[in-house]
């Protein structure tokens, strides 16, 4: 993580930004747009009112509200920061403020769903760019984002072929801007990769920590004391916020299932392996699975230091 942005840039790339949405990803991207001038105007929509009233301590956006059809009035950009599941009732609630040109994007992790719900609430003339900045961390709310969030991680946009193509380039020239690596791609294939990569291991961790936590076997406090191997690893992942989590395996079911299917036959695979003794095929699946770890490393998505880069203490 670098520990500052780049030079603010001369000319901001739109008048007006919305923010809908001040969680982690919302006040990352509203902190990475005014310190590189992204946007004259910031805007802070959000129902939670104790957030608003934090976001007006932290003094990150221009103007603060709960009503979404105000925030998004005269908007160039309004960007989606809400789980995936609510998206449909925001987009219905600001309809009435959006002004002909506008580009409407998300950050949702789920894209199929999102575009279903959005689309049919847009008016004519203005644009939908859906994207998804591969980034996060397992804390939530505004003081949990930095501006820095994006940088060297991936930004995946999925719009539509018929979708503005000037459109799509500003919402890519943002996320640039803030340091992510953009690539497009189609819905269908983003929900396919992201159910492996993403939605499907934390599920797993979900449910190791929650089977490790049931065990009569294992006194919550040994599970604590020896979790300094992969369990808390897993904690980690588990730790993420359980409304955005719920939505993201509902609105992504096909793809989640998919997948689980898969990793259920390899795992009996695996299951048979051990109890066969078949160390041979042991050794190979580890070996295999230690590259593409190295593969991660070398392209620049997690640290490569001993024990995942975490500080040791004394």
Same mark, same amino acid.
């Given at each position: ?16 930004? &919305? ?25 802070? !929509?959000?129902?939670?009112? #104790? /957030? ?16 979404? *059809? ?7 950009? /309004? ?11 925001? #987009? ?9 040109? &506008?580009?409407?994007?998300? /950050? ?17 003339? /203005? ?12 804390? %939530? ?45 189609? &819905? ?9 990569? %993403? ?13 490790? &936590? ?6 919550? %406090?040994?599970?604590?004391?020896? %979790? ?9 992942? *588990? ?8 939505? !993201? ?54 640290? *490569? ?10």
């Amino acid at each position: 993580m670098p520990e500052r942005l780049g030079p603010p840039l001369k000319e901001p790339l739109f008048e007006r930004v &919305a923010i809908i949405g001040l969680g982690l990803i919302g006040s990352s991207i509203i902190r990475a747009a005014r310190q590189l001038n992204l946007a004259r105007d910031l805007v802070a !929509v959000d129902a939670n009112e #104790a /957030v608003l009233a934090r976001v007006r301590e932290l003094k990150i956006a221009d103007e603060v509200t709960a009503d979404a *059809a105000v925030g998004v009035r005269d908007a160039d950009l /309004v960007i989606l920061c809400v789980p995936v599941g609510a998206c449909g009732v925001v #987009a219905r609630a600001m309809r009435g403020g959006l002004k002909a040109g &506008a580009i409407v994007s998300d /950050v949702g992790s789920v894209k199929a769903s999102v575009m279903a719900q959005v689309e049919p609430h847009l008016p004519d003339g /203005v644009h939908f760019v859906p994207a998804h900045p591969v980034a996060g961390t397992e804390h %939530s709310g505004p003081d949990a984002g930095f501006s820095t969030l994006f940088h060297n991680r991936w930004c995946i946009l999925t719009p539509r072929e018929e979708t503005d193509e000037a459109a799509t380039g500003r919402v890519r020239a943002f996320w640039e801007a803030m340091g992510s690596n953009v690539e497009v791609m189609s &819905a269908q294939h983003h929900d396919l990769v992201l159910a492996i990569t %993403s939605h499907v291991p934390h599920l797993i961790a979900y449910n190791i920590v929650g089977t490790a &936590a049931d065990l009569e076997t294992v006194t919550q %406090s040994e599970v604590i004391k020896f %979790s300094a191997g992969g369990f808390r690893d897993f904690t980690r992942i *588990a730790a993420s916020d359980p409304t955005m989590w719920r939505d !993201v395996f509902l609105h992504n079911k096909e793809a989640v299932l998919e997948m689980l299917g898969r990793l259920n036959e390899d795992i009996a695979l695996l299951a048979r392996a051990i109890r066969w003794g078949e160390g041979d095929k042991l050794f190979d699946l580890f070996t295999r699975t230690r590259a593409i770890r190295r593969g991660i490393i070398s392209e620049g998505q997690d640290a *490569a230091e001993p024990d995942f880069g975490r500080r040791r203490q004394g």
